[in-house]
């Protein structure tokens, strides 16, 4: 009952429980991993602390498209769509008493990364490759996470592999592209840069040109004096 100042008075019944027999449930996980779209998803979600059956409903928010949520506590599908929900979990056990958790999942485009290979290349001769992202929200970013691109070669921001090599042999290098919202996609790659192919200078092919018109004449004259001796 409230009384204001002129005396008039206001009731409300209310019932109180004091839920003193109801223990403290605990939910697990803690948090929940993250899933890739087109990726089957299974996880399950387990109630301890009381008296089960437990049983598990969404207390709130929306679960990620193309999963759902088995009264069991089995979290499994596969998503549809790329994004973060929210949502609360409540498990209530066999005497009503309920617990709730707050998870966020987290579910990942499929990056792809192009070329699927890169060329080779050769020193001293300018190389130049673009690899691109796409599956995710652009732009993408690029770095080399393992090993290393080939000596005079690098790789920008925006994924232009470029440069001139400076030195033979293979080099292995994972490449990773990374969108707007920090999903990533690594690929490895291996490149060859060869040896160039030695080449004579102007002068020596000319002279070379003009030993072997030489040699051919002596040849040739040399056929002319033995069928002049036979006749």
Do not use: H, M
């Given at each position: 009952?409230?009384?204001?100042?002129?005396?008039?008075?206001?009731?409300?019944?209310?019932?109180?429980?004091?839920?003193?027999?109801?223990?403290?449930?605990?939910?697990?996980?803690?948090?929940?991993?993250?899933?890739?779209?087109?990726?089957?998803?299974?996880?399950?979600?387990?109630?301890?602390?009381?008296?089960?059956?437990?049983?598990?409903?969404?207390?709130?928010?929306?679960?990620?498209?193309?999963?759902?949520?088995?009264?069991?506590?089995?979290?499994?599908?596969?998503?549809?769509?790329?994004?973060?929900?929210?949502?609360?979990?409540?498990?209530?056990?066999?005497?009503?008493?309920?617990?709730?958790?707050?998870?966020?999942?987290?579910?990942?485009?499929?990056?792809?990364?192009?070329?699927?290979?890169?060329?080779?290349?050769?020193?001293?001769?300018?190389?130049?490759?673009?690899?691109?992202?796409?599956?995710?929200?652009?732009?993408?970013?690029?770095?080399?996470?393992?090993?290393?691109?080939?000596?005079?070669?690098?790789?920008?921001?925006?994924?232009?592999?470029a440069g001139t090599p400076?030195?033979?042999?293979?080099?292995?290098?994972?490449?990773?592209?990374?969108?707007?919202?920090?999903?990533?996609?690594?690929?490895?790659?291996?490149?060859?840069?060869?040896?160039?192919?030695?080449?004579?200078?102007?002068?020596?092919?000319?002279?070379?040109?003009?030993?072997?018109?030489?040699?051919?004449?002596?040849?040739?004259?040399?056929?002319?004096?033995?069928?002049?001796?036979?006749?």
């Amino acid at each position: 009952q409230a009384t204001d100042g002129n005396g008039c008075p206001g009731v409300l019944a209310y019932t109180i429980i004091i839920a003193a027999t109801c223990p403290v449930i605990t939910l697990a996980p803690p948090t929940l991993p993250p899933g890739t779209v087109g990726v089957a998803y299974s996880q399950q979600i387990t109630a301890s602390g009381s008296t089960g059956p437990y049983t598990f409903s969404v207390a709130s928010g929306t679960l990620p498209a193309g999963l759902t949520l088995t009264a069991g506590g089995l979290l499994s599908g596969t998503p549809t769509t790329a994004g973060s929900s929210p949502v609360t979990i409540r498990a209530t056990d066999g005497n009503g008493c309920p617990a709730v958790i707050p998870y966020t999942i987290v579910i990942v485009p499929v990056i792809t990364l192009a070329p699927a290979t890169l060329p080779n290349g050769t020193v001293g001769v300018a190389y130049s490759q673009t690899i691109v992202g796409s599956g995710g929200t652009a732009p993408y970013s690029f770095s080399v996470t393992v090993g290393a691109l080939p000596a005079g070669v690098t790789l920008t921001a925006a994924g232009v592999l470029a440069g001139t090599p400076t030195t033979a042999g293979q080099s292995i290098a994972t490449i990773r592209g990374t969108d707007e919202n920090g999903n990533f996609k690594e690929l490895s790659y291996t490149v060859v840069i060869s040896s160039p192919v030695p080449t004579l200078p102007q002068w020596s092919a000319l002279l070379l040109a003009a030993g072997l018109l030489s040699l051919g004449y002596l040849r040739l004259r040399r056929r002319s004096a033995g069928t002049a001796r036979i006749s």
